[in-house]
C-alpha cells in the first residue's frame, strides 16, 4: 500500500486552496480593473470631444457656417475623431481617419471601432453651437456632432499590467506560505513524528515505549500516548505470561510424560510376578489421570481468560455464595475427614453476586481444596460469605503452615508451588490459584491472600452485588 505523509496532504491541500483563492482574486482584480479603467477612460473621451466641440467657431461667411479652430486643438495624435454638421458636412477630421462614414450612425454611447488594425473606443457627442450671437433672436444654432476615439492598447496594456502585479503578488505569497508551512507544520508536527518513531521501534522482541517530554506535552497526543503506554504494558505482560504458561505447561507434562516412561522402563527392565506388574500399572495410571487433570485445568484457565467480560455479564447470572459455600463444603467434606480436617461454614447472611454458579462453584472449590491440601491433621477450614463494602465476600482460611512473605507475590502464577515437592503428595498441579483468579477478574471481582508463616493462610474473594434485572439462580 501506498504510503501518505500527511505533512505534505497538509501543505498540498492549503496551497490548492490559495492557488483557487488567487486565481479568484486574479480574476476578480481583472474585471474591477477592466471596469475602472473603462469609466475612467470613457470619462476621459468625452472630454476630449467636449473640448472639440468648444473649438467649432463661427465661420463667418455668408452661409452663416461654422469651423473647426485648429489652434485650439492639441489631442493626442494617436487619437481619431470627425466632426459634422447638420448637413453631414465634414469640417475636421484626425490626420490618422480611415474615412468610417458608417460610424457617423453611431449612438452616443462607447463602441468599439477598428481601424488600421487598431481598436479604438469611441464615443459620440450631438452639440449645438450658437453663430452670430449677437444678431437679433439670440444668434443662429448650428448642430454639430462629433465622433472621438483612441486607442485601446493603452487602457488594456494599464489592465493587463494590474492583473500581472496581482498574480505576481499571489503566486509569490504562495510560495512563502509554502516556504512557511513546511517549517512551521515541520515544527508543529515534530511531537507527532517522534510518537511515530517511538511506536515503529516496538516489536515483540522490543517492548520499550518511552514518549518524548514534547509527546508528553502535547493536549493532543498526550492521551494517545498515554494510552499507547498502558496498551503496550498490557500486551508485554500478556506475551510474558503466555511465554511462561508455555514454557511451564511443558515443563509439567514433560515431567509427567517422564515419570509415566521410566515407570513403564522400570516394569519392562526384567521379568516381574503379576503384582508388581499390577502396582507398576497403576502407578503409571495415577500419574496418567495427573497428567490429564492438568491439561484439563490449562484448558479450564484458558477458556476463562479467552472470554471476554460482555461474554461474561451475558448470562445475568445471581448466585447465593452462601449456597456455593454450602454446597462444595457438603462435596468435600469427606476428603477433609480422611485429612484429619475440620470444615465450618459461616454464611447465615444472604449474599447475592452476579456470578455464574459453576464458576463460583469452581473457584469455592479450589480454594477449599487447597485449604484442606495445606492444613495440618487437627486442623479447620473455615468458609463464611457475606456482604462487606457493597460487595459479596467469600473467605476461605485454614490453620496451615501458612506462606513465606517472599512467595505471597507469586501464589496465584500459572503452576507455582512454594514446594515443588509436594505435588505429588497433594495432586496439586499449581493452576487452583490461577483458575481462581481469572474467575474473579472475569466477573469484575477482586481475589487477595493473606499469610502468615505457621498460622495459616486466608483467601478473601470480592464480587459485585446482583444487579437490577439479573436471572435468579439460587443454588439450594
Avoid at 221 to 226: D, H, K
Avoid at 240 to 261: M, P, R, S
Amino acid at each position: 500500500m501506498r504510503q501518505i505523509s500527511i505533512k505534505r496532504r497538509l501543505i498540498a491541500s492549503v496551497l490548492l486552496v490559495e492557488l483557487v483563492s488567487a486565481v479568484c482574486i486574479t480574476g476578480l482584480a481583472y474585471v474591477y480593473e477592466r471596469h475602472a479603467h473603462l469609466k475612467s477612460f470613457d470619462v476621459m473621451l468625452r472630454g476630449r470631444a467636449d473640448s472639440l466641440l468648444g473649438a467649432v467657431q463661427d465661420a463667418e461667411d455668408a452661409g452663416d457656417n461654422v469651423m473647426l479652430d485648429g489652434s485650439q486643438n492639441s489631442l493626442p495624435a494617436r487619437d481619431i475623431y470627425e466632426v459634422w454638421d447638420a448637413r453631414d458636412r465634414v469640417l475636421a477630421r484626425s490626420p490618422n481617419w480611415d474615412g468610417l462614414d458608417s460610424s457617423k450612425q453611431a449612438t452616443d454611447k462607447p463602441q468599439v471601432l477598428r481601424a488600421r488594425d487598431r481598436e479604438y473606443r469611441a464615443i459620440r457627442l450631438d452639440g449645438v453651437r450658437i453663430v452670430d450671437p449677437g444678431d437679433k433672436g439670440g444668434g443662429i444654432p448650428r448642430h454639430v456632432t462629433i465622433l472621438y476615439g483612441a486607442p485601446l492598447r493603452p487602457m488594456q496594456d494599464a489592465v493587463r499590467g494590474a492583473v500581472v502585479f496581482y498574480a505576481a503578488t499571489s503566486l509569490g505569497l504562495l510560495l512563502i506560505t509554502g516556504i512557511a508551512m513546511l517549517l512551521l507544520l515541520r515544527s508543529g508536527l515534530a511531537p507527532l513524528s517522534d510518537l511515530a518513531a517511538e511506536a515503529a521501534g516496538v516489536s515483540v522482541a522490543s517492548w520499550s515505549f518511552n514518549p518524548s517530554p514534547r509527546v508528553l506535552s502535547t493536549v493532543e497526543l498526550a492521551p494517545l500516548a498515554s494510552a499507547l503506554s498502558t496498551a503496550l504494558k498490557g500486551l508485554e505482560r500478556s506475551f510474558a505470561q503466555q511465554n511462561q504458561f508455555i514454557g511451564d505447561a511443558a515443563h509439567e507434562l514433560k515431567t509427567a510424560v517422564a515419570v509415566v516412561k521410566s515407570s513403564l522402563q522400570l516394569l519392562a527392565m526384567r521379568p516381574r510376578s503379576a503384582g508388581e506388574y499390577q502396582a507398576g500399572l497403576e502407578r503409571s495410571l495415577l500419574d496418567c489421570e495427573r497428567m490429564e487433570e492438568t491439561v484439563a485445568r490449562m484448558l479450564t484457565l484458558a477458556r476463562i481468560e479467552s472470554e471476554s467480560a460482555a461474554e461474561a455479564a451475558g448470562g445475568r447470572f445471581t448466585t447465593d455464595l452462601g449456597s456455593v459455600a454450602r454446597e462444595t463444603a457438603g462435596r468435600l467434606e469427606p476428603i477433609a475427614q480422611s485429612r484429619g480436617v475440620a470444615m465450618e461454614i459461616f454464611a447465615e447472611q444472604e449474599a447475592a453476586a452476579d456470578v455464574d454458579p459453576e464458576q463460583l462453584q469452581l473457584l469455592c472449590s479450589n480454594l477449599a481444596l487447597n485449604a484442606i491440601q495445606h492444613s495440618h491433621p487437627g486442623g479447620t477450614v473455615r468458609i463464611s460469605a457475606g456482604v462487606s463494602g457493597g460487595n459479596a465476600e467469600l473467605r476461605v482460611a485454614d490453620t496451615g503452615e501458612g506462606i513465606d512473605a517472599e512467595m505471597l507475590p507469586h501464589v496465584f502464577d500459572r503452576f507455582y508451588r512454594g514446594d515443588p515437592s509436594r505435588s505429588r503428595k497433594t495432586g496439586g498441579t499449581g493452576l487452583g490459584l490461577a483458575i481462581s483468579k481469572a474467575i474473579a477478574l472475569r466477573f469484575e471481582g477482586s481475589i487477595a491472600i493473606e499469610s502468615s508463616v505457621g498460622e495459616g493462610t486466608t483467601v478473601v474473594v470480592r464480587l459485585p452485588v446482583k444487579r437490577a434485572g439479573g436471572d435468579a439462580f439460587r443454588l439450594a
